[in-house]
């Protein structure tokens, strides 16, 4: 058998190829009291806090920061954090960690090349707030938009689903108002006709709101435009329940009857408008509308913001509850989950050797990021505020 001699090119050293070693990092994050309107949460729990400096990173955490999610500044201590009364001195951290977006004063007390991981609620932010950011040369990652492997943002799923929850407990609650409410239980009775509840959207709050329902033995109808929406429900549910399209004679005969309506639908913009006055006019006396939708303008033509403190009003005979940000209502669940979800993250950047490394190794990481060192990497928020974006993927390759 002949054998086959070297080519000169084969018999030259070649180079090997060898695994870039990573060095791990120390994290130095600070976490200031939430100072924006009805927000009660907190990024990282006790035990978030604890694993993170067993780790050997520091946590700076303004004094007071965690007392409306039920977390006193001594289980932070305990937990390995260090507690500051000076908010400058906490934003002055490499790493600023907020569920609420900075506001321009704490902005202006930011250290350049910071980097900040917080929500970026998009539709109520102004172009000043970007710029001050890229002035400052601050990498920004927002919450809502960090992917997990399937693809799925778990933040937003996440609170998705304690709002969805929510809507049907809320429900419950105004139901037996003595004022105003029907004086229902929420539930399947033995010899008491079942409370009707309809849903409108079936992504992941309408999901959730209607296992709560089916869960206290509601009968439950959801509406969406959506047919691979509806389909996923039924499946998630493991049960067949009505369904529909959103068609106005199928809604009004639904809303006609039933005792809680629950406005769970999103948009592109603006969420759409699928209950008018009139239709709401036709429904019972005392019948309660949750519009969680109402972050995004509401989806009951009736619909008005309300707070916390003052959660309801009644117009047409109907009690309506249109508070933004449900979840904050539940402030420790809430923080439990934000917590859960954004702990791994840290962890993960400080084993890559930082930031810089992280977002080359993890996509969904990368996603989330929408300044970097001051340059806007995201296209929608340059379309949205008419400002020059960036491809990351040019830049961090």
């Not at 400096?53 to 999610?69: C, P």
């Not at 009736?302 to 539940?330: A, D, L, Q």
Request: proline share 4%; glycine share 8%.
């Amino acid at each position: 058998m002949a054998i086959t001699p070297f080519t000169k090119q084969q018999l030259l050293p070649q180079e090997e190829k060898l695994e870039v070693y990573r060095h791990k990092s120390e994290l130095f994050i600070g976490i200031p009291k939430e100072t924006s309107y009805q927000e009660r949460r907190i990024c990282l729990t006790p035990d978030a806090v604890n694993s993170l400096t067993s780790h050997g990173h520091k946590v700076l955490i303004e004094s007071g920061a965690g007392l409306s999610s039920s977390y006193t500044d001594k289980e932070f201590s305990d937990a390995g954090a260090t507690i500051s009364k000076d908010p400058k001195k906490v934003l002055s951290c490499p790493i600023i960690l907020k569920v609420e977006p900075l506001t321009m004063a704490e902005i202006g007390l930011v250290n350049t090349n910071a980097i900040v991981i917080s929500a970026i609620q998009l539709k109520t932010r102004k172009k000043e707030y970007f710029e001050a950011l890229s002035k400052k040369k601050i990498t920004a990652l927002a919450f809502e938009y960090i992917k997990d492997e399937d693809g799925s943002y778990p933040a937003v799923k996440s609170l998705s689903e304690i709002a969805g929850t929510a809507s049907v407990l809320i429900a419950a609650e105004l139901m037996i108002n003595n004022e105003f409410g029907k004086g229902l239980l929420l539930g399947n009775i033995t010899g008491v006709p079942p409370t009707d509840v309809v849903i409108l959207g079936a992504g992941t709050v309408g999901e959730f709101a209607a296992k709560t329902a089916l869960g206290l033995g509601a009968n439950v109808k959801v509406f969406d435009n959506s047919i691979t929406k509806l389909r996923r429900l039924q499946n998630n549910l493991n049960q067949r329940i009505f369904t529909s399209t959103i068609q106005p004679k199928g809604i009004l005969k639904a809303l006609r009857r039933c005792d809680v309506a629950i406005g769970a639908m999103r948009g592109k913009d603006r969420c759409p408008v699928v209950v008018t006055e009139t239709m709401v006019e036709h429904m019972k006396k005392g019948a309660v509308i949750v519009d969680v939708s109402i972050d995004t303008g509401g989806c009951f033509e009736t619909s008005e913001v309300t707070t916390h403190e003052n959660p309801t009003f009644i117009k047409n005979n109907i009690i309506h509850y249109c508070v933004p940000n449900i979840p904050s209502r539940y402030s420790k669940t809430a923080s439990l989950s934000i917590s859960n979800i954004i702990t791994p993250y840290l962890l993960q950047i400080a084993e890559d050797g930082g930031l810089e490394s992280a977002i080359r190794c993890n996509k969904g990481l990368k996603n989330g990021v929408y300044l970097y060192h001051g340059i806007l990497t995201n296209k929608a928020i340059g379309d949205w505020f008419n400002l020059p974006d960036n491809d990351i993927n040019l830049i961090v390759f």
